[in-house]
């Protein structure tokens, strides 16, 4: 046991030395004299290009060992971790984050999927070397499929003929290596396989790009179309079996769909901290300082909404790890309520910041930036559909599920926990349980008693998420007791928002129950019920605004602890990270 809790510990010392470390390197992103601040970004923005500086700055960090496995080399080994590695790059520019990121993990997870060793081996050595890659996932059936936008390989001689286009890509001019799925007709009528193909930039017979498309956020990644004609590949470029691709794609959703939208909380985090600097910065009788009731409603209901976000997203990260069969939901309820809570806490904070909302340079012109950029990372309404989709699936079971042993613990713990390493082959599995909406036994019976000023509030708010979640279990057995074979009713649509928002304030509970279990002075505002009460208010607000209301003091306590992140340069998330200055 030692042994294992050293090995914890050492392995949290050193990710928050790398994240340190690239912090500082980065620097402070209001300081006019960095070459790195918010100016020269707004800058490379305007010319549609990503920051010279923070590309070679990442490259001299190694970012790329981040996103290959430590048996291969890198320094990938628990999920939580990778997306807090990214929120750095991505509080200060999206578009850096995607084109020298997460474009290049995106495709190097379906290599660590289901890759041959010499297919991981060679992807490893590409990436440590500085190299890039994208990922062309599976294109909708072709009676969804506008655009006709997929790929086509068909058997020849010696392999496959590929033909087909992808109207748009991000880093598709100058990647080296490419992860491309495909029709097989052969194999099935809607089989899909994965190839892995050297990039445009080593081989590019049968390979054209279109023009650079332009986009109207991430402006700095160069997005081009794909077209293949008759583009030989041989057997050794398949990735997986033939008519694998869509089973591949499964394997690699519970980890893409947990992961981005937790980096791209760090996007938030910039909101965020640019509409605090506006308030702070507006004299007491002005409508948007801090003398305002609706401006501190405003910070503050974005703080909490940030740690509800981050709550859900450590959850489905570290689940990947610990709960692979049950991390499609959990990761599908991440892709599937992120977005809302995102979007509305931007519009909510633009209306703080009023015409400055707009400014495309100078103090706040990152929060127009950030505003464009969110809904372009992989948080669209495409994705969202499908993580709602999978939902359903899921609550299609949730009857039959078995209730769960204890075993939820160590889903809600920040630091200094090892993780089993991931397992692609169980990430497709039918779950047997619902452990996050299971631990709620526990964790409500301990709000219910918990200590404090805002014990009292926490405890009701905790029984009113209890209630919502015994309701949403009698609409599930209505809904699977429906005779065989009649189409279900749309208001199952409903029951998805209501099990993502009670998974997210279990998610909640959660974290503050194991804070506060860690004992006095240990675990710091996630342990102090405050947060916590003032979240699931807010969660169970959505869901019966009867229900339950945040405590009255509750804002000017947790107004008191942004000021002090904001004054102390720290981060709006989970860990309060040190940022860069």
């Not at 042993?405 to 920040?414: K, T, V, W, Y």
């Not at 029984?463 to 609409?475: F, H, I, P, S």
């Amino acid at each position: 046991m030692t042994t294992t809790v050293n090995g914890a510990e050492a392995g949290e010392r050193a990710a928050q030395e790398r994240m340190a470390r690239l912090e500082h390197d980065l620097g402070d992103l209001d300081d006019p004299g960095n070459p790195l601040g918010a100016d020269h970004f707004l800058a490379a923005d305007r010319r549609q290009e990503l920051l010279p500086a923070a590309q070679r700055l990442l490259d001299e960090f190694g970012l790329n060992a981040e996103f290959v496995p430590a048996a291969l080399g890198g320094r990938l080994d628990r999920l939580d971790v990778l997306a807090r590695v990214l929120r750095a790059v991505f509080r200060r520019d999206a578009a850096l984050g995607l084109g020298d990121g997460m474009t290049s993990y995106l495709a190097a997870v379906l290599v660590w999927a289901d890759g041959s060793p010499e297919q991981q081996e060679q992807t490893a050595r590409l990436l440590l070397g500085g190299g890039r890659m994208a990922g062309a996932y599976p294109e909708p059936t072709p009676g969804n499929d506008f655009l006709h936008n997929r790929l086509t390989a068909r058997r020849v001689p010696g392999g496959h003929r590929l033909d087909g286009r992808k109207e748009a890509l991000n880093n598709a001019a100058r990647v080296d290596s490419l992860v491309v799925f495909a029709h097989t007709p052969e194999a099935g009528p809607d089989a899909q396989t994965a190839f892995l193909l050297p990039g445009p930039t080593r081989h590019s017979d049968g390979l054209s790009l279109s023009p650079r498309r332009r986009t109207s956020g991430i402006r700095g990644c160069a997005v081009h179309g794909l077209e293949f004609t008759g583009r030989h590949v041989d057997p050794a470029l398949l990735l997986g079996p033939e008519g694998g691709g869509a089973l591949l794609a499964r394997r690699a959703f519970p980890i893409t769909r947990s992961t981005g939208p937790s980096m791209a909380l760090g996007c938030a985090d910039t909101a965020l901290r640019t509409t605090v600097a506006f308030a702070r910065a507006h004299r007491a009788r002005s409508r948007a300082s801090l003398r305002s009731a609706r401006t501190r409603s405003a910070l503050v209901d974005a703080f909490t909404d940030l740690l509800i976000c981050d709550c859900l997203a450590l959850v489905a990260t570290r689940g990947v790890h610990l709960l692979p069969r049950e991390s499609g939901t959990l990761s599908a309820v991440v892709k599937y309520l992120l977005p809302t809570f995102l979007t509305e806490m931007v519009y909510d904070l633009s209306v703080v910041l009023g015409s400055e909302s707009y400014a495309t340079a100078g103090s706040y012109g990152m929060f127009q930036k950030t505003a464009r950029d969110l809904p372009m990372i992989g948080l669209g309404s495409a994705g969202t559909a499908g993580s709602r989709e999978a939902v359903v699936e899921h609550l299609l079971r949730l009857p039959t599920l078995r209730g769960a042993e204890d075993g939820a613990a160590a889903l809600f713990r920040p630091h200094h926990d090892e993780l089993p390493p991931v397992r692609p082959d169980e990430l497709t599995r039918t779950a047997l349980q619902d452990t996050l909406l299971d631990s709620l036994t526990v964790t409500v019976a301990g709000a219910r008693s918990a200590p404090g000023e805002f014990g009292g509030a926490l405890g009701e708010a905790a029984q009113a998420l209890d209630r919502e979640l015994r309701l949403l279990r009698e609409d599930g057995e209505r809904l699977t007791a429906r005779p065989p074979g009649t189409a279900l009713s749309p208001r199952v649509y409903a029951l998805v928002d209501r099990y993502a928002l009670i998974a997210a304030g279990a998610a909640c509970l959660g974290v503050w129950h194991e804070a506060h279990a860690a004992g006095p002075g240990r675990g710091g505002l996630l342990a102090d019920p405050a947060w916590a009460a003032m979240a699931l208010a807010r969660i169970v607000g959505r869901l019966d605004r009867t229900a339950v209301h945040p405590p009255e003091e509750g804002t000017d306590h947790l107004l008191a602890e942004v000021l002090d992140r904001f004054d102390d340069a720290r981060s709006f998330d989970l860990y309060a990270t040190q940022l860069g200055r």
